[in-house]
């Protein structure tokens, strides 16, 4: 079974979160600060910690992911593409 088709309007009446009232450039700079702040959060490698620990990821580069992935679904609810 495939999702419902989502409607735009539809959409854009229920979702509160919604980046009605940004210009494109707005959108535009909100979207590169979204994939500034994932850059930053995305190791260049992982530490001692993460190769000690069983599930191969420390608390703290755990908790980095997990926040990268709240910036990635923010500009989805949002419908800014971020770019990677
Ligand atoms: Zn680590």
Redesign the pocket.
Known sequence: MSAPPVYPALRKALCPASARGLDDGQREVLGQALADAIACRT?DF??????D?PAG??????ADLDLTDAYLALGRELGIEVAR
């Open positions: 190791p992982f530490c001692a910690g993460c190769e620990h990821l420390c608390d703290d580069h755990a």
